[in-house]
């Protein structure tokens, strides 16, 4: 926190967004391919969304899920528009606020469930090194960052992490994940909670991967959570990376782009089984969860502008073509910076590995671009602002290496 209030500037504070550039108070437009925060998919100005909220605004501008039983109608008709464009097992949506909280719903949901069945001593949630699911003492449990445990820990307990398959064996190995599982003993496993691509680095786990988890975790009883937080919602040219992948997790989470970041909201998503297991108790063994603003009407209001827009305006193809696009160019511009050690992601979430990560983003904010250590871009962007940041990274590579020598 205090090394991040240092680089904060009277100059340097963001005032006004349009397209895919935002203008700080210092008067200097940027190229924001970081999305916000990987959040502002369709850009800062799109009509749609816009429209929706104000209109909403007008309508009724509160409502609550969680209390009375009276909440809007227009959380049954975001989720009627959603539901059709995600993977056909999942068919019920819990919404909540923030990403971290939607991680955090559906373990302990998970946990809920095993104890309501008579198993609970199946405790224990695995995540993955490396993994990022949020900074409270939830979703940041499951994070595979160590600060986030030292700083101020111990955060939820009987949480365990195993190294990803991008660490110490390589992409598509033997999944360490599973062994630790096995050796921990499956049976007191509640969950498993992965990202499909891993936010923090952009290691793209494979379909032969996440297959097999899902299997491991069918045999064993375990829910499997995919966190799409990042990935949902067209990030990787798809409404979803599971569905992508023809995978069937128990529980899927969404945020960011859900409302393209113009107000907030996530969901968690359940398959019809685990719904049906949670249907099926009896009234005085319910799952109580929530917050005053799970599901506002105005964050409903956008999700459903956003649905209507990666339906209707090109986007989910947009993001492939450009997707394509931005890897073949970084791939061949990198060619010329040795201090780069790879170049990896898919759809429009691709990271540059080098040993200098902040000088790197400080030079390409000097170049007029906005990157965070992993670029995320607006879903919306062009193939000329594609290679104004390809340009970008070339130039404020060569920056980074002079300044090096
Ligand atoms: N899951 C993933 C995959 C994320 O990337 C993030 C945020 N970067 C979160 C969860 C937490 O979301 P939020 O910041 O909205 O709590």
């Not at 939607?102 to 373990?107: I, K, L, N, R």
């Amino acid at each position: 926190m205090g090394a991040y209030l240092k680089t904060v500037s009277p100059e340097t504070m963001l005032a006004e967004g349009r397209g895919v550039r935002v203008r700080d108070t210092g008067g200097r437009w940027l190229l924001d391919a970081r999305s916000g925060l990987w959040n502002v998919t369709l850009g800062y100005d799109h009509p749609g969304i816009k429209e929706a909220i104000r209109r909403q605004l007008d309508t009724l501008p509160y409502a609550n899920l969680i209390g009375y039983g009276r909440p809007s109608a227009l959380s049954m008709e975001a989720a009627e528009a959603l539901l059709p464009h995600l993977p056909s097992h999942l068919n019920k949506i819990r919404y909540c606020s923030n990403g971290s909280q939607a991680v955090e719903t559906a373990v302990l949901l998970s946990r809920f469930l095993h104890r309501a069945q008579g198993a609970p001593e199946r405790n224990t949630v695995f995540g993955m090194w490396r993994g990022f699911h949020g900074l409270g003492a939830g979703g940041g449990a499951l994070t595979g960052i160590p600060y986030v445990h030292h700083q101020a820990g111990p955060l939820l307990p009987d949480v365990m992490h195993a190294p990803g398959p991008f660490e110490a064996h390589g992409d598509g190995q033997a999944s360490d994940l599973e062994r630790l599982m096995t050796d921990f003993g499956p049976e007191r496993v509640s969950a498993v909670v992965v990202e499909p691509v891993v936010g923090e680095g952009g290691h793209v786990l494979t379909r032969e991967y996440l297959t097999s988890l899902a299997q491991f975790c069918r045999t064993h009883g375990i829910h499997l959570i995919v966190d799409e937080v990042t990935t949902g919602m067209g990030r990787t040219g798809a409404f979803t990376r599971s569905g992508q992948l023809d995978l069937r997790p128990d529980m899927l989470t969404l945020g960011k782009g859900l409302t393209s970041g113009y107000a907030p909201l996530s969901a968690v998503v359940l398959s019809d089984e685990v719904y049906q297991a949670v249907r099926g108790l009896p009234y005085d063994q319910q799952f109580f969860i929530g917050s005053t603003n799970d599901g506002h009407p105005l964050s409903l209001a956008a999700s459903m502008a956003v649905v209507e827009a990666l339906t209707t305006e090109g986007i989910l193809e947009n993001v492939r073509a450009r997707g394509a696009e931005l890897e073949r160019r970084l791939t061949s511009v990198v060619k010329r910076h040795p201090q780069v050690t790879s170049v990896r992601g898919t759809g429009l979430m691709y990271a540059i590995e080098s040993d200098e990560p902040d000088l790197l983003r400080l030079a390409m904010e000097a170049r007029g671009v906005l990157v965070s250590t992993l670029a995320k871009w607006p879903l919306v962007i062009s193939s000329d602002e594609i290679e104004e940041i390809v340009v970008a990274v070339d130039q404020a590579l060569g920056d980074v290496a002079e300044f090096a020598s």
